[in-house]
């Protein structure tokens, strides 16, 4: 069982609001992920890193930022949260090589 | 023409049956692809990795894969009602990215 935690599970904020959306891995992996979601539709990747301070932009745009400070850990950040980031964002991690990635439980984020 | 594609379905087969799912990609690159099961309301878990052209069987789940063909495939023998979820196909290239297809939804009928 993979051991990759985010938190919080559920999120309903209000419009204007900064958040913070944590993801964590005991794993040691050194490349780490967050898809955004939408119910029914495919995952996007928004955002990536390949270590510590390493983070690209995914394939698809996003007003949010990450960061990558230590290795287990990989937040992502929305400075105005607006309603048209309502979503479920999912964080992962993979190790170095033609691995798979393992998945957290996802955030679902509902933006009134 | 997107990078992974796959049939949305759904897919409808009965209890005991084969189901087999089918995925194609465009980037002759990829090295790596894997088969995810995703609940509704929930994150894509793991079902089976390959990385060389030809079958790999684990339980009820065969993968195939055909590089030639830029093709994947998943086939899931004696079908449960459990196994009702949307299966996601993902391929990696050297960019260390997974880039999934849309998915395709099961249902098996009891």
């Known amino acids: 069982e993979a051991d990759i935690y985010q938190t919080p599970r559920y999120l309903v904020i209000g419009t204007g609001k900064k958040i913070t959306l944590e993801c964590s891995q005991t794993m040691g992996h050194d490349k780490m992920y967050w898809y955004q979601q939408d119910p029914g539709m495919e995952l996007h990747l928004i955002h990536y890193?390949?270590?510590?301070?390493?983070?690209e932009k995914g394939d698809l745009s996003s007003e949010s930022t990450v960061s990558r400070i230590r290795t287990e850990h990989f937040p992502l950040t929305l400075e105005s949260a607006r309603p048209s980031h309502t979503s479920q964002y999912l964080c992962a991690s993979s190790v170095y090589g033609n691995t798979e990635a393992f998945f957290g439980q996802g955030t679902r984020l509902t933006v009134v | 023409q997107k990078e992974v594609e796959q049939n949305s379905g759904p897919l409808s087969v009965p209890e005991g049956a084969i189901a087999s799912l089918n995925c194609t990609y465009s980037d002759r690159g990829s090295q790596s692809f894997f088969w995810y099961r995703q609940y509704s309301g929930k994150s894509p878990e793991l079902i089976m990795s390959i990385y060389s052209n030809g079958d790999k069987e684990d339980g009820r789940f065969t993968a195939q894969l055909n590089k030639a063909s830029q093709y994947v495939s998943l086939l899931i023998r004696d079908s449960q009602p459990s196994d009702s979820a949307t299966y996601l196909c993902?391929?990696?290239?050297?960019?260390?990215?997974?880039?999934f297809g849309t998915g395709t939804r099961l249902k098996v009928l009891a």
């Open positions: 993902a391929v990696r290239g050297g960019t260390y990215k997974y880039i």
């Open positions: 890193s390949y270590g510590v301070n390493s983070t």
